[in-house]
């Protein structure tokens, strides 16, 4: 169990971390247009597409990166005032929407994306480029942003039950030094 669990952060991590530098490059696309249309006068109607391309592969990538690294929004005076008891309740709770909103936006976004392929949909503009390889992090996004809910919640089952061999390896140093 914990070599999926490490697999599961390991991955979430790296498709993050290497998700943030689209952020780089469709900056540089943005500015490239900005100079090219103003100091040139001639409009580059690939920039904007691939920019939006590059934002929805940074938006799905990075999911399952703030879920493990806890960036989502949280009530945490509300939260770390409850019993570990209804703790452990709120985070089941919050398991199971995740499991039923990922598991549901999954299944569709997989059907969106194979309908895509099928009929090998591009863009309407001038340009055209296909659209069905970013649709690829629609699925794929739901699927680390899942599978990061699932580790995060044995990982509460665990630590619930006292089994801090199935912590983080971050969380475990702290209860050793704490």
Same mark, same amino acid.
């Given at each position: 169990m914990g070599h999926f669990l490490h697999g599961v952060d390991v991955v979430n991590d790296w498709a993050g971390k *290497? /998700? /943030? =530098?689209?952020i780089v490059v469709m900056l540089g696309l943005l500015l490239l247009e900005i100079i090219v249309r103003y100091f040139l006068n001639v409009s580059? *109607?690939?920039t904007h597409e691939i920019s939006v391309f590059l934002f929805i592969s940074y938006v799905f990538m990075a999911g399952g990166y703030n879920l493990l690294h806890k960036r989502h929004i949280t009530m945490d005076l509300? =939260? +770390?005032r409850f019993p570990a008891k209804v703790r452990f309740a709120v985070e089941v709770a919050v398991f199971l929407c995740i499991l039923v909103f990922c598991g549901l936006l999954l299944w569709m976004s997989i059907d969106h994306w194979w309908g895509s392929v099928q009929v090998r949909q591009t863009t309407i503009s001038n340009w055209g480029p296909p659209v069905y390889?970013?649709?690829? @992090? @629609?699925?794929? #996004?739901?699927?680390?942003f899942l599978l +990061? #809910?699932? *580790?995060?919640?044995?990982?509460t089952v665990a630590a619930f039950l006292g089994k801090a061999e199935l912590l983080p390896i971050e969380e475990k140093e702290a209860q050793t030094l704490g």
């Open positions: *290497a /998700s /943030s =530098y689209l580059l *109607a690939w509300i =939260y +770390q390889p970013v649709k690829t @992090m @629609m699925p794929l #996004g739901f699927l680390l +990061q #809910g699932l *580790a995060n919640f044995i990982r």
